[in-house]
């Protein structure tokens, strides 16, 4: 519901689940267009209901 509140794009690149020892474990490769603000946002929510996050890459400062 958050992303409905805040302007973020995501384009989902890849995304797996897998039952291992009957443990549901996945992933999912995102891609997010936004403002800076809107991605700390999104980062911190993601962090606060137990989400694992990576940043991979870097963000242009001169797209933000």
Request: net charge negative; proline share 0%; charged share 15%.
């Amino acid at each position: 519901f958050l992303l409905l509140k805040i302007e973020i794009e995501f384009n989902i690149l890849q995304a797996n689940l897998e039952l291992i020892q009957n443990n549901t474990v996945g992933f999912m490769l995102v891609q997010a267009i936004a403002s800076d603000e809107h991605i700390h946002k999104i980062l911190f929510y993601g962090q606060d209901i137990g989400l694992n996050i990576e940043v991979l890459g870097y963000v242009d400062k001169h797209h933000t």
